[in-house]
T-cell receptor, first 116, second 116 residues
Framework: DTGVSQDPRHKITKRGQNVTFRCDPI?????LYWYRQTLGQGPEFLTY????????KSRLLSDRFSAERPKGSFSTLEIQRTEQGDSAMYLC??????????????FGEGSWLTVV | AQKVTQAQTEISVVEKEDVTLDCVYE???????LFWYKQPPSGELVFLIR??????QNEISGRYSWNFQKSTSSFNFTITASQVVDSAVYFC?????????????FGTGTRLQVFP
């Protein structure tokens, strides 16, 4: 197992453009999370999936943000009409609801977004 | 409301010194998990430890040790004989309602710089 992988690792985009990030969780994990991290801050929760169902969304997730996990495997996070305030690192994480395997949450390397 | 406080923004030590990173948390849950993650410059959050609220035993793993005290709501992390490779940002995190979701609440992190 190669862990949580994210793509792209870096993205520079012009204000107003749309961007999409992809996350591939650890294969046996049915829970998937998106977090956002700005400089000097800890990661902040954005949204959470269990299998294909999006069960929770943070108030931070404005209408310009949409996340999907159509087959309960990989997930995408799309930001429409990007703004400079969207510049951050977007982290994906996964875990298992099977408590026999513990509830450790594993993170990917993150996708850095710079909006110019 | 759940909250994690890491009062130390930045710590600088010389190699081989011992260093303790403080973490204080707030929660009304009786069942919760506490975590420490390491974030090197590459950005990935590396899992270090998970501790549940019913287990107050201290833990040692090589040069790392953790002191969990429910009476003071603290979960401090000590690195013994620090090394340059320990330089990173360290985050303490709290998992609320761990049996329903593994959503994490992070502190703002402590940047540790270890100089040779």
């Amino acid at each position: 197992d190669t862990g949580v992988s994210q793509d792209p690792r870096h993205k520079i985009t012009k204000r107003g453009q749309n961007v999409t990030f992809r996350c591939d969780p650890i294969s046996e994990h049915n829970r998937l999370y998106w977090y956002r991290q700005t400089l000097g801050q800890g990661p902040e929760f954005l949204t959470y999936f269990q299998n294909e169902a999006q069960l929770e969304k943070s108030r931070l997730l404005s209408d310009r943000f949409s996340a999907e996990r159509p087959k309960g495997s990989f997930s995408t996070l799309e930001i429409q009409r990007t703004e400079q305030g969207d510049s951050a690192m977007y982290l994906c994480a996964s875990s298992s609801s099977d408590r026999s395997s513990g509830n450790t949450i594993y993170f990917g390397e993150g996708s850095w977004l710079t909006v110019v | 409301a759940q909250k994690v406080t890491q009062a130390q923004t930045e710590i600088s030590v010389v190699e081989k010194e011992d260093v303790t990173l403080d973490c204080v948390y707030e929660t009304r849950d009786t069942t919760y998990y506490l975590f420490w993650y390491k974030q090197p410059p590459s950005g990935e959050l590396v899992f270090l430890i998970r501790r549940n609220s019913f287990d107050e035993q201290n833990e040692i793993s090589g040069r790392y040790s953790w002191n969990f005290q429910k009476s003071t709501s603290s979960f401090n992390f000590t690195i013994t004989a620090s090394q340059v490779v320990d330089s990173a940002v360290y985050f303490c995190a709290l998992s609320e309602a761990p049996y329903n979701t593994d959503k994490l609440i992070f502190g703002t992190g402590t940047r540790l710089q270890v100089f040779p």
